[in-house]
């Protein structure tokens, strides 16, 4: 919202030693959020009136003519100029060299120079309204016509800036509408100047309410008071469609409305000066001389100004005529009711509609309106009365002629000020401080509150235009004091510790040693997916839709489903970097969800079955050595997150592993997650080409947290242990698990050096290099004891794995 | 005899000089010491001198011996001493081995930098799940009925709940302030916790704006606190994460779970409060929005709010990572892409 410090300074005299910088800030920290401070007449810098004195043919074009300008320097200005309506002696609109202009209203601005035209010196230019800003003020009749000051009766001075003549010369604050969401009361010049007056502790003018008297009444109906609670129509004779005065039009556009004529204008104007939205209707137009505020009736229409036409059912409330409805109520009227040319009386509605059938309307029908942004806030029904009586004030200024022929007021329910207690004792708490009792009575009664103190509690009664739902609770006062002092006003408090307990939370420590075990001793990067995954990654990593949980309007098509897994998500990530890097490792931390019954906080909430998965990939060329990295991951894993360990066995498939190449991973009894190469059609579906990839995927609710560091220490050999390599030679079925199995009690370490197949490896055999260290617990082995250990070694494997030494 | 013995010693003197390296030099020892060299046979030849002779060249030969010893050994350490482990030429400006390291997403980063800071003031870490219903999302937090909000043009909603109400209606969380409410009713007050993660809104993109992002909220929960000791608390963070202090501002703000709520801006680190195009000239960025635990809250989580009062802070994540690094596109977060990642170690 756009708030005119003119307009403002109608309301309230503001101390003169203040910047608008500083209103602006104070503004910022107490009220409302000021997003940028417009100072209106920057751009009309060097655009002056001139007079000219002296108008001449230009010799080389018949279009163009010849202007000696006195512009308020020492001597007259030669200025070419096309205008079709240049009149000697009569004062115009000059940019002189250094301003900027709008080429033809068109485009970005344009720097004006001194240059010739078909070879006639020009000092500047004389403008048209649509090149200097001034289209919607001084409108042109035709696109060659140059502004005309004395035609148009403007009183100005020779050398003066334009922006003063047409009162362009304003500051406009800039203010953020979602801070002023909580109060209705600021949507007006008003309301705002009330805040300054209470920040600056200078007085505020008064408002008139005061309504017609005397006159016949117009018929009003109220069908649904809730929703209507003041409904208020004057009827306006003998007026026209003309355009508004220059200071309306200037203050319109300056909140960033647009002029459309004085009948429509006077209703804006009302509305951003007290907040209070109006509506006119061409009387003639108002079938049976009556209005009947009702909810529509099913297969009623309404036709807009755009033509749309609108369904409207039984929640919607509409302002009818006796016959059929006219507009939406307190958001748009139709087309049938607008002011047309030949519109000679109006209807002027001023009334209050609550706040949530507003926002059912406009949610309904879409219709955002400068007007229901207002009621949807809550305006009370006090603010109406200012609302006529200044709408009759400019009626009777624009249109000195009309006559006001008739007006009612039906008022079925007014606001009531909202009571409120609040006690010296718990403001002194929550404040934090002790503020004397006058400044308390005081900021409440700048703000439009009534109190009373009776030594422990303040009695508060909210001003009207604060009661319809802004305040209503002793917090709500307790913010308005804070901010009236100024929360940076507060002596700071520290917090108070606390040493009796400690914080300690395994789960949330693993969590994050997972991650910090994948990046940083692992070499993983850490990826960010989102939660709604392409169909794509889903189907090719084979996971069952079936169990997936979707979104009613995801963010695309195909977004619809909600994560069940993270492999899809590994999958597009590939997809995205292989072009990139030959190899890379990614992981992700993340939770998934399933359909299923889950409440984690109560009962009567069930949701879909979460679960913290942990996914990680990498991609490469050697699909087989890739797998065994990732299996190295896992496995060191337990040891270095400090979880109870890991093991592998072969359960079930992953949907997205490769035929034979996978693993489950088990933490004590329970699988927990899978590892595997990632399978050929999943690869293909998901576009990934000339790359391999190893993944896995574990439930990290699965892992079992040690309470803290639970590295064993175990005695250093005091004796030394032998080091023996040995190449074996066994059949291609025969595992490294077997081979381990067999002869792991008879050494003190074993490690598992090479696999080899090739032309000196008979078929269906493979060569097995092992690495062991044997020992004497209490003495040196002698050469004779590690021979004989080796032949046993060498004959149990001989024995229970069929393997000859190479 | 002596004369020759001498001339073997200036000799081998010369040729330990110019021994090259200490191969060279241990053959040299060898030729000059060994069993065949001339000092040897000269030593061998003893037995034919007369006695005097033989004393005094005797003498003279061992006297060879032991100064070649201590020539060679001085040479050997010269040697050493000039010695390299490495043959030949070495380009020592060529590049370092790279160590093979991966990183972090910078949001958990600066999440853990968070965590590690609250963590210090004796805060717990929580976490909510992603999915919540209207009841938690939305009707615990005092948001209005007709809350804007609430509509499935903000908020994602799950098919087949759509239409449904309160603990029906289920959703992805629009924020983290739900799980607040969440962590009273399993650990009651007074508490002090934060509780990370991200939420999602129904946006239209672009490079400032995402559908999925991420917050970080604390709240505290006791019987007598100001809400003054909230940016007490936000300036020790800030202080703690950029390793310098930050000035902060408290400001008027609204939201539904709030009563007050305020805005706590931080001073623009790129132009320290000057005015700068990141902070759009204020000096101030809009980082944590607070306030003031709304008494309706209070009693959603079935705590008495005339005895406990407490505060929120909300941090955004994104825009203080984008801030910290220069981040100009906040959907870089979600893209996954390593030439992105890879530049946060």
Same mark, same amino acid.
């Given at each position: 919202?756009?708030? !005119?410090?003119?307009? &403002?300074?109608?309301?309230?005299?503001?101390?003169?030693?203040?910047?608008?910088?500083?209103?602006?800030?104070?503004?910022?920290?107490?009220?409302?959020?000021?997003?940028?401070?417009?100072?209106?007449?920057?751009?009309?810098?060097?655009?002056?009136?001139?007079?000219?004195?002296?108008?001449?043919?230009?010799?080389?074009?018949?279009?163009?003519?010849?202007?000696?300008?006195?512009? @308020?320097?020492?001597?007259?200005?030669?200025?070419?100029?096309?205008?079709?309506?240049?009149?000697?002696?009569?004062?115009?609109?000059?940019?002189?060299?250094?301003?900027?202009?709008?080429?033809?209203?068109?485009?970005?601005?344009?720097? &004006?120079?001194?240059?010739?035209?078909?070879?006639?010196?020009?000092? +500047?230019?004389? *403008?048209?309204?649509?090149?200097?800003?001034?289209?919607?003020?001084?409108?042109?009749?035709?696109?060659?016509?140059?502004?005309?000051?004395?035609?148009?009766?403007?009183?100005?001075?020779?050398?003066?800036?334009?922006?003063?003549?047409?009162?362009?010369?304003?500051?406009?604050?800039?203010?953020?509408?979602?801070?002023?969401?909580?109060?209705?009361?600021?949507?007006?010049?008003?309301?705002?100047?009330?805040?300054?007056?209470?920040?600056?502790?200078?007085?505020?003018?008064?408002?008139?309410?005061?309504?017609?008297?005397?006159?016949?009444?117009?018929?009003?109906?109220?069908?649904?008071?809730?929703?209507?609670?003041?409904?208020?129509?004057?009827?306006?004779?003998?007026?026209?469609?003309?355009?508004?005065?220059?200071?309306?039009?200037?203050?319109?556009?300056? *909140?960033?409305?647009?002029?459309?004529?004085?009948?429509?204008?006077?209703?804006?104007?009302?509305?951003?000066?007290?907040?209070?939205?109006?509506?006119?209707?061409?009387?003639?137009?108002?079938?049976?001389?009556?209005?009947?505020?009702?909810?529509?009736?099913?297969?009623?229409?309404?036709?807009?100004?755009?033509?749309?036409?609108?369904?409207?059912?039984?929640?919607?409330? %509409?302002?009818?005529?006796?016959?059929?409805?006219?507009?939406?109520?307190? &958001?748009?009227? @139709?087309?049938?009711?607008?002011?047309?040319?030949?519109?000679?009386?109006?209807?002027?509605?001023?009334?209050?509609?609550?706040?949530?059938?507003?926002?059912?309307?406009?949610?309904?029908?879409?219709?955002?309106?400068?007007?229901?942004?207002?009621? /949807?806030?809550?305006?009370?029904?006090?603010?109406?009365?200012?609302?006529?009586?200044?709408?009759?004030?400019?009626?009777?200024?624009?249109?000195?002629?009309?006559?006001?022929?008739?007006?009612?007021?039906?008022?079925? &329910?007014?606001?009531?000020?909202?009571?409120?207690?609040?006690?010296?004792?718990?403001?002194?708490?929550?404040?934090?401080?002790?503020?004397?009792?006058?400044?308390?009575?005081?900021?409440?009664?700048?703000?439009?509150?009534?109190?009373?103190?009776?030594?422990?509690?303040?009695?508060?009664?909210?001003?009207?235009?604060?009661?319809?739902?802004?305040?209503?609770?002793?917090?709500?006062?307790?913010?308005?004091?804070?901010?009236?002092?100024?929360?940076?006003?507060?002596?700071?408090?520290?917090?108070?510790?606390?040493?009796?307990?400690?914080?300690?939370?395994?789960?949330?420590?693993?969590?994050?040693?997972?991650?910090?075990?994948?990046?940083? =001793?692992?070499?993983?990067?850490?990826?960010?997916?989102?939660?709604?995954?392409?169909?794509?990654?889903?189907?090719?990593?084979?996971?069952?839709?079936?169990?997936?949980?979707?979104?009613?309007?995801?963010?695309?098509?195909?977004?619809?489903?909600?994560?069940?897994?993270?492999?899809?998500?590994?999958?597009?990530?590939?997809?995205?970097?292989?072009?990139?890097?030959?190899?890379? !490792?990614?992981?992700?931390?993340?939770?998934?969800?399933?359909?299923?019954?889950?409440?984690?906080?109560?009962?009567?909430?069930?949701?879909?079955?979460?679960?913290?998965?942990?996914?990680?990939?990498?991609?490469?060329?050697?699909?087989?050595?890739?797998?065994?990295?990732?299996?190295?991951?896992?496995?060191?894993?337990?040891?270095? *997150?400090?979880?109870?360990?890991?093991?592998?066995?072969?359960?079930?498939?992953?949907?997205?592993?490769?035929?034979?190449?996978?693993?489950?991973?088990?933490?004590?009894?329970?699988?927990?997650?899978?590892?595997?190469?990632?399978?050929?059609?999943?690869?293909? /579906?998901?576009?990934?080409?000339?790359?391999?990839?190893?993944?896995?995927?574990?439930?990290?609710?699965?892992?079992?947290?040690?309470?803290?560091?639970?590295?064993?220490?175990?005695?250093?050999?005091?004796?030394?242990?032998? /080091?023996?390599?040995?190449?074996?030679?066994?059949?291609?079925?025969?595992?490294?698990?077997?081979?381990?199995?067999?002869?792991?009690?008879?050494?003190?370490?074993?490690?598992?050096?090479?696999?080899?197949?090739?032309?000196?490896?008979?078929?269906?055999?493979?060569?097995?290099?092992?690495?062991?260290?044997?020992?004497?617990?209490?003495?040196?082995?002698?050469?004779?004891?590690?021979?004989?250990?080796?032949?046993?070694?060498?004959?149990?494997?001989?024995?229970?794995?069929?393997?000859?030494?190479? | 005899?002596?004369?020759?013995?001498?001339?073997?010693?200036?000799?081998?003197?010369?040729?330990?000089?110019?021994?090259?390296?200490?191969?060279?030099?241990?053959?040299?020892?060898?030729?000059?010491?060994?069993?065949?060299?001339?000092?040897?046979?000269?030593?061998?030849?003893?037995?034919?001198?007369?006695?005097?002779?033989?004393? !005094?060249?005797?003498?003279?030969?061992?006297?060879?011996?032991?100064?070649?010893?201590?020539?060679?050994?001085?040479?050997?350490?010269?040697?050493?001493?000039?010695?390299?482990?490495?043959?030949?030429?070495?380009?020592?400006?060529?590049?370092?081995?790279?160590?093979?390291? @991966? #990183?972090?997403?910078?949001?958990?980063?600066?999440?853990?930098?968070?965590?590690?800071?609250?963590?210090?003031?004796?805060?717990?870490?929580?976490? /909510?799940?992603?999915?919540?219903?209207?009841?938690?999302?939305?009707?615990?937090?005092?948001?209005?009925?007709?809350?804007?909000?609430?509509?499935?043009?903000?908020?994602?909603?799950?098919?087949?709940?759509?239409?449904?109400?309160?603990?029906?209606?289920?959703?992805?969380?629009?924020?983290?302030?739900?799980? !607040?409410?969440?962590?009273?009713?399993?650990?009651?007050?007074?508490?002090?916790?934060?509780?990370?993660?991200?939420?999602?809104?129904?946006?239209?993109?672009?490079?400032?704006?995402?559908?999925?992002?991420?917050?970080?909220?604390?709240?505290?929960?006791?019987?007598?606190?100001?809400?003054?000791?909230?940016?007490? %608390?936000?300036?020790?963070?800030?202080?703690?994460?950029?390793?310098?202090?930050?000035?902060?501002?408290?400001?008027?703000?609204?939201?539904?779970?709030?009563?007050?709520?305020?805005?706590?801006?931080?001073?623009?680190?790129?132009?320290?409060?000057?005015?700068?195009?990141?902070?759009?000239?204020?000096?101030?960025?809009?980082?944590?929005?607070?306030?003031?635990?709304?008494?309706?809250?209070?009693?959603? #989580?079935?705590?008495?709010?005339?005895?406990?009062? +407490?505060?929120?802070?909300?941090?955004?994540?994104?825009?203080?990572?984008? %801030?910290?690094?220069?981040?100009?596109?906040? =959907?870089?977060?979600?893209?996954?892409?390593?030439?992105?990642?890879?530049?946060?170690?």
């Amino acid at each position: 919202m756009n708030i !005119s410090l003119k307009l &403002i300074q109608k309301y309230v005299d503001l101390p003169s030693d203040l910047t608008y910088e500083q209103i602006a800030y104070d503004l910022t920290m107490r009220t409302v959020e000021v997003e940028d401070i417009i100072r209106t007449s920057d751009k009309f810098h060097d655009i002056v009136v001139g007079e000219i004195k002296e108008l001449r043919p230009h010799p080389n074009a018949d279009a163009l003519r010849i202007c000696m300008v006195d512009v @308020g320097e020492d001597d007259l200005k030669q200025i070419v100029c096309g205008g079709s309506n240049l009149t000697e002696g009569h004062k115009v609109c000059v940019s002189k060299p250094g301003a900027e202009v709008v080429w033809h209203g068109e485009g970005e601005p344009v720097l &004006i120079k001194e240059s010739k035209l078909r070879g006639e010196k020009s000092y +500047g230019m004389i *403008c048209g309204a649509t090149e200097v800003y001034l289209a919607d003020i001084y409108p042109p009749k035709d696109e060659r016509e140059i502004v005309d000051f004395t035609e148009l009766g403007v009183e100005c001075e020779v050398g003066q800036c334009v922006a003063e003549v047409a009162g362009l010369d304003d500051v406009v604050l800039e203010i953020d509408n979602k801070s002023l969401s909580n109060r209705p009361d600021l949507w007006g010049h008003y309301g705002v100047a009330r805040e300054l007056a209470a920040i600056y502790k200078v007085p505020l003018k008064e408002l008139s309410d005061k309504l017609p008297e005397g006159l016949p009444a117009y018929e009003v109906q109220i069908d649904e008071p809730e929703r209507c609670p003041r409904y208020t129509a004057t009827l306006i004779e003998n007026v026209y469609v003309k355009e508004s005065p220059a200071w309306m039009k200037t203050l319109i556009t300056n *909140c960033g409305l647009r002029p459309i004529n004085a009948l429509v204008d006077i209703t804006n104007y009302v509305m951003v000066a007290v907040g209070q939205p109006s509506h006119a209707f061409d009387s003639h137009h108002v079938e049976g001389n009556k209005i009947i505020v009702r909810n529509a009736k099913p297969g009623e229409k309404l036709v807009l100004l755009d033509d749309k036409e609108l369904d409207l059912n039984e929640h919607t409330l %509409m302002i009818c005529d006796s016959v059929e409805p006219m507009g939406l109520a307190g &958001i748009k009227g @139709g087309k049938k009711d607008s002011i047309l040319p030949e519109t000679t009386s109006v209807l002027l509605e001023v009334a209050d509609f609550t706040a949530p059938g507003i926002r059912r309307t406009e949610r309904e029908f879409d219709e955002k309106t400068d007007s229901g942004m207002r009621y /949807e806030k809550g305006v009370d029904t006090q603010r109406v009365a200012l609302g006529v009586s200044l709408s009759i004030d400019l009626f009777r200024e624009i249109y000195p002629e009309c006559r006001i022929t008739a007006f009612t007021d039906c008022y079925p &329910i007014s606001t009531e000020k909202a009571v409120i207690d609040i006690t010296q004792e718990f403001l002194d708490r929550r404040l934090g401080e002790v503020l004397p009792q006058s400044e308390i009575e005081d900021i409440l009664l700048r703000l439009g509150y009534e109190v009373e103190f009776d030594g422990e509690t303040y009695h508060c009664k909210a001003p009207t235009w604060r009661s319809t739902g802004d305040v209503s609770i002793h917090d709500d006062i307790l913010g308005d004091i804070a901010r009236l002092i100024g929360y940076e006003y507060f002596k700071k408090q520290p917090l108070k510790v606390n040493f009796e307990h400690s914080v300690n939370q395994v789960k949330a420590d693993l969590a994050r040693k997972l991650r910090e075990y994948l990046a940083f =001793r692992c070499g993983f990067n850490e990826i960010f997916t989102y939660p709604w995954i392409d169909e794509r990654f889903i189907k090719a990593a084979k996971i069952d839709l079936e169990k997936s949980v979707r979104l009613a309007t995801p963010p695309a098509p195909e977004l619809v489903y909600l994560r069940s897994s993270l492999i899809p998500g590994m999958l597009e990530a590939i997809d995205k970097n292989y072009r990139y890097f030959d190899e890379f !490792s990614i992981f992700e931390a993340a939770q998934v969800f399933e359909k299923g019954e889950y409440s984690p906080s109560s009962e009567e909430e069930v949701l879909p079955v979460h679960r913290n998965l942990l996914a990680g990939a990498i991609a490469g060329k050697d699909a087989k050595k890739l797998f065994f990295m990732v299996k190295g991951v896992i496995e060191g894993l337990a040891g270095y *997150c400090h979880c109870e360990p890991l093991d592998f066995v072969q359960k079930e498939k992953p949907s997205w592993a490769d035929e034979k190449v996978w693993l489950n991973i088990r933490s004590g009894k329970k699988v927990i997650g899978s590892i595997g190469l990632v399978s050929v059609s999943a690869l293909a /579906e998901s576009g990934i080409k000339m790359i391999s990839a190893a993944a896995f995927e574990l439930d990290t609710d699965g892992l079992t947290p040690y309470p803290s560091r639970t590295n064993e220490f175990k005695s250093l050999p005091q004796y030394p242990l032998v /080091e023996q390599d040995l190449s074996l030679l066994v059949d291609e079925v025969i595992t490294w698990e077997q081979i381990r199995e067999a002869i792991k009690f008879m050494v003190k370490e074993l490690r598992f050096v090479e696999e080899y197949r090739g032309k000196q490896i008979p078929a269906g055999k493979k060569s097995v290099m092992l690495s062991i260290k044997i020992g004497n617990d209490d003495s040196t082995m002698t050469s004779k004891q590690i021979d004989k250990k080796m032949a046993g070694i060498i004959k149990v494997l001989s024995k229970k794995c069929n393997a000859e030494l190479r | 005899m002596l004369d020759k013995l001498e001339q073997i010693r200036a000799e081998g003197f010369d040729r330990i000089s110019g021994a090259p390296d200490r191969e060279k030099l241990e053959m040299i020892r060898k030729e000059l010491t060994g069993k065949k060299s001339s000092l040897q046979e000269v030593l061998k030849s003893l037995g034919g001198l007369d006695p005097d002779m033989r004393k !005094s060249v005797g003498m003279k030969a061992n006297e060879v011996k032991n100064l070649f010893a201590e020539k060679i050994r001085q040479k050997e350490e010269e040697l050493i001493a000039k010695a390299s482990v490495v043959e030949g030429e070495i380009d020592l400006t060529l590049p370092g081995i790279e160590v093979s390291g @991966g #990183a972090l997403h910078p949001i958990t980063q600066m999440c853990y930098d968070l965590n590690d800071a609250f963590r210090s003031l004796g805060f717990e870490i929580y976490s /909510e799940d992603d999915i919540s219903s209207e009841k938690f999302a939305f009707d615990n937090l005092n948001f209005a009925a007709d809350h804007p909000a609430r509509a499935s043009m903000d908020t994602y909603w799950l098919e087949g709940t759509e239409n449904k109400s309160g603990n029906e209606r289920l959703c992805l969380r629009p924020h983290l302030t739900g799980g !607040s409410v969440r962590y009273l009713i399993e650990h009651g007050a007074p508490a002090r916790f934060v509780y990370p993660g991200r939420v999602y809104r129904n946006e239209t993109t672009d490079a400032r704006h995402e559908r999925a992002f991420f917050q970080y909220e604390a709240l505290i929960v006791d019987r007598d606190v100001s809400f003054s000791s909230g940016r007490v %608390m936000i300036e020790t963070i800030l202080e703690k994460v950029f390793g310098r202090k930050v000035n902060v501002r408290m400001r008027e703000g609204f939201f539904p779970f709030t009563e007050p709520g305020y805005e706590i801006d931080m001073e623009c680190l790129l132009c320290g409060g000057k005015g700068c195009k990141a902070c759009n000239h204020a000096g101030w960025i809009e980082v944590m929005p607070g306030g003031v635990i709304h008494p309706n809250v209070l009693r959603a #989580a079935g705590l008495d709010p005339d005895e406990w009062t +407490g505060f929120y802070t909300n941090i955004g994540l994104d825009r203080l990572v984008m %801030m910290r690094y220069g981040v100009d596109d906040v =959907r870089l977060f979600h893209s996954a892409d390593l030439r992105f990642l890879k530049q946060f170690k």
